[in-house]
């Protein structure tokens, strides 16, 4: 708390800042929520300020809305993920911070050159052939300025805002800290785990404001399609680059917006929609890293045969696990393997204590047979997703980011081709990746291999238990060994599941100890174990009396040490 209390006042500023904003726009309840916010002098002040009439008749979505519009870059950013994630904050509040818009002005003319001098340690006409001081495009962070190699290349130079950095610190280290504290005090909010969100959000403004991380994500997706050279990645110089400048080849043509202007070009329509969603599922099914914001804005048509691809800041990965769990999600669904899909789900969203499987089941029951029991070219992805994330958001689940992240790339691709007048059939196009996530997974040979590597992590396991019990025994003896448990478990999941791993390492080890026939011997038996049968089964014994008691050896050991330290 003491932490929590110290960040809080070392930015006084903004938090008073904030704290007006949110009084302004009816949110000051919300602000006092707890007393370590609230009695931070400038919030206790404002917290019962009068709202005007046109705040209390706005909707708590649009109030939400106004507040981070007014209080800059970084809220608006937090607004944006939170719209792109209706599990945690549902589908009205999301709609509506989809919303927000993050307009910042450029800088002066002047800074952004100051800033690339500062950087590069050069001057920019040392560096470049020619540097337009007035930047042409402004983003949340950042602003762009054309300028020309020494050579007469054309480029694109990306330059951080003046002090963006600073202040998205200044703002993430507030949040981290009122998202620590509600999560403490506040079980309804608890359940959406604000800290993980932060934290989410924060890696994704550290990567904003450090420009190296885009120049990488550049380099990468240029050797992934170095074999297609239809798709076209801005050419990034990594030598006129640093944390704060970026500078990539210039991209000229046309934005992909209405009918006529595609067809100008020369491309069929249907052709570019088609293309330009083979290519995000390349990304994501081949590559497992994709670019994680395709709208239309981001795509530029130099002629009739390319597709250029723009903004690289944004960058979705899909890990072996995440991959290993998208393939058991899409299985279960086409093989209406509820049980399959239930459990994915649960590992995926680890949900909070109390959710009822049964109404969980029941539902993704009633999802299936009404979004998905249709054939591939009925599919509707808006409906699916949309009422997916709805169950979640209604029984308390949560997804990952990353997880939220590739599904809003898939939903975006379905309504990528509505500005030039046609649709994408994205699970038409799915279909070749399903098949081969079916073929992969019931490959015998992988099927091999994982149940190779299983056999072999179990048998690591079970022979070294033997060594690990005797140097735990070995502690007790010269009374070296202690157990600290710091747990928040209010209904004993984690004391059932540390009773059942004791149970079944304790049998596993009495049975090793004994085939062993490890000294000392009491005639045909090893003592240590029999010892350590001995543990499994008392402590099996206890977790079956805990489905009537609801309390395990954990939790009683937890109270008798409170009643001893009182």
Same mark, same amino acid.
Not at 142 to 157: K, S
């Given at each position: ?36 916010? *609230? ?51 549902? !589908? @009205? ?34 560096? +470049? ?35 963006? =950095? ?20 506040? !079980? ?56 704060? /400048?970026?500078? &990539? ?8 917006? @209405? ?28 590559? $497992? ?52 899909? #239930? ?12 959710? =009822? ?20 070219? @009925? ?9 997916? &994330? ?45 098949? %081969?996530? &079916?073929?992969?997974? +019931?490959?015998?040979?992988?099927? *091999? ?5 299983? +056999?072999?992590?179990? @048998?690591?396991? /079970? ?6 019990? %005797? ?10 060994? $202690? ?5 928040? =478990?209010?209904?004993?999941? #984690? ?11 304790? /049998?596993?080890?009495?049975? %090793?100890? &004994? ?35 609801? %309390? ?15």
């Amino acid at each position: 708390m003491g932490d929590i209390a110290g960040t809080l006042v070392k930015h006084r500023k903004r938090l008073s800042e904030i704290a007006s904003v949110l009084a302004h726009h009816g949110l000051a309840t919300w602000a006092a929520r707890g007393s370590a916010i *609230a009695g931070v002098g400038p919030v206790e002040s404002l917290v019962h300020r009068l709202v005007t009439s046109e705040e209390i008749e706005a909707s708590e979505g649009e109030r939400l809305r106004g507040a981070l519009t007014e209080l800059g870059t970084t809220f608006i950013k937090f607004g944006q993920m939170l719209s792109l994630r209706p599990d945690v904050v549902g !589908e @009205d509040m999301a709609t509506e911070l989809s919303r927000l818009q993050a307009t910042v002005a450029p800088d002066p003319p002047g800074v952004g050159q100051s800033t690339v001098e500062a950087q590069l340690a050069k001057s920019v006409s040392e560096l +470049f052939g020619s540097f337009d001081p007035s930047p042409f495009a402004s983003g949340s962070v950042a602003q762009v300025h054309r300028a020309t190699l020494v050579d007469g290349t054309a480029v694109a130079v990306k330059v951080l805002h003046d002090g963006a =950095d600073v202040k998205v610190r200044e703002d993430i280290e507030l949040l981290k800290a009122i998202a620590t504290y509600v999560e403490e005090e506040d !079980e309804e909010v608890a359940r959406v785990r604000p800290t993980i969100l932060v934290a989410e959000f924060a890696a994704m403004m550290d990567a904003a404001i450090d420009l190296r991380q885009e120049l990488h994500h550049l380099q990468r997706f240029q050797s992934n399609f170095a074999d297609e050279p239809d798709v076209v990645i801005p050419t990034p110089y990594p030598e006129l680059s640093g944390q704060k /400048v970026l500078t &990539m080849a210039m991209i000229t043509g046309q934005v992909f917006t @209405d009918r006529a202007s595609v067809e100008a070009t020369g491309w069929d329509v249907e052709a570019l929609v088609r293309r330009a969603a083979g290519v995000y599922l390349e990304m994501i099914f081949r590559d $497992g890293l994709y670019h994680a914001d395709p709208h239309p804005g981001n795509f530029l048509l130099p002629d009739g045969t390319h597709i250029a691809i723009l903004d690289f800041g944004d960058v979705g990965r899909l890990t072996n696990r995440r991959r290993r769990q998208l393939e058991t999600m899409v299985i279960a669904i086409g093989t209406r393997d509820v049980d399959s899909l #239930i459990d994915v789900v649960l590992e995926l969203t680890t949900p909070p204590p109390g959710v =009822d499987l049964a109404e969980l089941r029941a539902s993704i029951e009633t999802w299936l047979s009404r979004y998905l029991l249709v054939s591939v070219s @009925d599919l509707d992805v808006h409906a699916i997703m949309t009422s997916g &994330m709805e169950l979640l958001h209604r029984h308390k689940l949560v997804l990952p980011a990353d997880m939220a992240m590739l599904f809003r790339v898939v939903l975006r691709l379905q309504g990528l081709g509505r500005g030039v007048g046609t649709e994408v059939h994205v699970p038409e196009l799915l279909q070749p990746y399903v098949n %081969q996530m &079916m073929a992969e997974r +019931f490959d015998p040979k992988r099927v *091999a291999r994982r149940s190779s590597r299983s +056999f072999r992590s179990w @048998d690591r396991f /079970v022979a070294g238990l033997p060594d690990q019990l %005797q140097a735990v025994l070995d502690q007790a003896r010269t009374g070296n060994v $202690g157990l600290d448990f710091r747990l928040h =478990d209010a209904d004993h999941a #984690i004391d059932r599941l540390v009773d059942g791993l004791v149970a079944a390492a304790s /049998v596993m080890a009495g049975g %090793q100890l &004994m085939s062993r026939r490890t000294s000392p011997m009491l005639g045909p038996f090893s003592v240590p174990g029999l010892v350590a049968a001995s543990v499994g089964v008392l402590t099996w014994r206890r977790l079956v009396s805990q489905r009537k008691t609801k %309390q395990s050896w954990v939790t009683r050991a937890r109270k008798i040490g409170g009643v001893a330290r009182h």
